[in-house]
Nanobody, 119 residues
Framework: QVQLVESGGGLVQAGGSLRLSCAAS????????MGWYHQAPGKRRELVAT???????NYADSVQGRFTISRDNAKNTLYLQMNSLKPEDTAVYYC?????????????WGQGTQVTVSS
């Protein structure tokens, strides 16, 4: 129904920057929320940042002031600008989209992109 494709991950030195992108395609109706989550080995997936359909953003305390989430509605693309990266940011980053299909809430996930921050 909806496909989310993340890109922009890679290997970066501590203190460096990366910009992740999430391109959405398919049966996109009414987007309620988009966000980024990450999952490190041995840990559960956790919220990084979200943005509502009205542009209100929310960030995990661990990334506040370092990461910025944004959205290009015309391109159906979500971004995560990551600055001042730390080794503890190393994880697979997943894009999430919440929308309604015929009034029914549905959540979609991308396949993830690996971010590795070296010490």
């Amino acid at each position: 129904q909806v496909q989310l494709v993340e890109s922009g991950g890679g290997l970066v030195q501590a203190g460096g920057s990366l910009r992740l992108s999430c391109a959405a395609s398919g049966s996109i109706f009414s987007i309620k929320l988009m966000g980024w989550y990450h999952q490190a080995p041995g840990k559960r997936r956790e919220l990084v940042a979200t943005i509502t359909n009205s542009g209100v953003t929310n960030y995990a305390d661990s990334v506040q002031g370092r990461f910025t989430i944004s959205r290009d509605n015309a391109k159906n693309t979500l971004y995560l600008q990551m600055n001042s990266l730390k080794p503890e940011d190393t994880a697979v980053y997943y894009c999430k989209l919440d929308q309604t299909n015929w009034g029914i809430p549905v959540t979609y996930w991308g396949q993830g992109t690996q971010v590795t921050v070296s010490s």
